[in-house]
């Protein structure tokens, strides 16, 4: 045989070798890593949350165990947040999968990411957020010239006060006659407000009764007489699409133990009082007063429904805020379908998704 034929025999022969364990490679790899849709548990899911009454709902999950005990095997990873826009950077930089969120910075991250990034997946909280102010403020005109703080730039209560701002013919700025915006994180609000260098605050609960019961403040609006019935998504929780896709199991698993986390909620309140000013305690060092609790808790109400009805007056209200420059189109913003798996499993109806969950085209 001449002796380029061995040659070609010994490369065909090694070509076949390197295939097989190119195979070999990939199968192996397939295990590890299940395919888009493929099910199965992740080994771990990374939850945010803050520290705040409004997400009571994560603060129980976690402390009682719900979120864990139907997890199994799927380490829980938490972090807690101050507010929703860095929330959505650890969202959209793959360092968090599932965030509770206000329904602004879920917009905003959906908006961000073209549609792409995000999934609401349930509600938590409704309510819970009231424009507090120095008593001799009784009035939206006296607001102009004062200062009035919100938790983040184009977080929820943000845009919801420079919406209301420009419904009352005012201007946010820093012009004499403008209502001037501190974004300022909580805990300072308060400082601030004692200290008098802000004339109020937008801000979820338990920060507005603190102000209220703690500095003297006054209500000069409920976020409530905004909206029809008085119902409006506070926090929802948003997955990223890509775990949504690869662990749809392990997304189930963390909302059943959220709606045991509510159901343990509404039969028990004194206890989930507790469990939440614990849990604050836990990740502030410090607890609320008994009637800055009640109050707070008086603010809200918890369930799954994200009440996905008004997520487009939402949408127009970023853009009046200047949050967002356009109308965010929400086809395929939520996605309730574990969700709604877990609540049929429970015999209990089906949330609306109010036709956003239905993709483009």
């Known amino acids: 045989m001449p002796r380029w034929t061995h040659r070609l025999t010994a490369l065909v022969a090694a070509l076949l070798v390197i295939s097989a364990l190119t195979a070999c490679s990939r199968a192996q790899t397939?295990?590890?890593?299940?395919?888009?849709?493929?099910?199965?548990?992740?080994?771990?899911?990374r939850l945010g949350y803050f520290p705040n009454v409004t997400h009571a709902s994560a603060i129980v999950g976690v402390d009682k165990g719900f979120f864990a005990g139907e997890l199994g095997s799927t380490k829980l990873t938490t972090q807690t947040f101050n507010a929703g826009g860095d929330e959505v950077n650890a969202l959209l930089g793959g360092s968090l999968d599932v965030g509770f969120i206000g329904s602004g910075p879920a917009i905003n991250a959906f908006a961000k990411s073209k549609g792409a990034a995000v999934r609401v997946v349930s509600g938590a909280t409704q309510g819970g957020a009231q424009l507090v102010v120095k008593p001799g403020i009784t009035s939206p005109e006296q607001l102009e010239g004062k200062t009035i703080a919100t938790p983040q730039l184009g977080n929820t209560q943000d845009i919801a006060l420079k919406k209301w701002l420009k419904d009352k013919g005012l201007?946010?700025?820093?012009?004499?006659?403008?209502?001037?915006?501190?974004n300022l994180e909580n805990p300072r609000t308060l400082d601030a407000f004692k200290q008098g260098s802000v004339d109020g605050g937008w801000l979820p609960e338990p920060w507005s009764s603190r102000l209220v019961l703690d500095a003297g403040a006054t209500v000069l609006l409920d976020e409530k007489s905004l909206w029809p019935d008085g119902k409006f998504p506070t926090t929802v929780i948003i997955v990223r699409?890509?775990?949504?896709?690869?662990?749809?199991?392990?997304?189930?698993?963390?909302?059943?133990?959220?709606v045991k986390a509510l159901d343990f909620a509404a039969a028990s309140p004194a206890e989930a009082k507790t469990v939440v000013n614990d849990g604050l305690k836990k990740l502030t060092g410090n607890q609320l007063a008994g009637p800055v609790l009640d109050r707070a808790f008086t603010g809200i109400s918890i369930g799954s429904d994200p009440l996905a009805a008004?997520?487009?007056?939402?949408?127009k209200d970023s853009v009046t805020a200047g949050v967002t420059?356009?109308?965010?189109?929400?086809?395929?913003?939520?996605?309730?379908?574990?969700l709604n798996a877990v609540l049929q499993a429970l015999g209990r109806p089906a949330v609306d998704a109010a036709g956003l969950d239905k993709p483009k085209g």
Do not use: M
């Open 171 to 182: 201007s946010a700025g820093d012009g004499p006659n403008d209502v001037k915006i501190a």
């Open 310 to 315: 008004t997520f487009p007056q939402l949408a």
């Open 241 to 258: 699409t890509g775990f949504l896709k690869q662990y749809p199991d392990t997304v189930q698993a963390l909302l059943r133990g959220h």
């Open 30 to 45: 397939t295990d590890i890593a299940p395919a888009a849709g493929g099910g199965g548990a992740a080994a771990e899911i």
């Open 325 to 338: 420059p356009a109308e965010t189109d929400l086809a395929g913003f939520l996605d309730l379908s574990a």
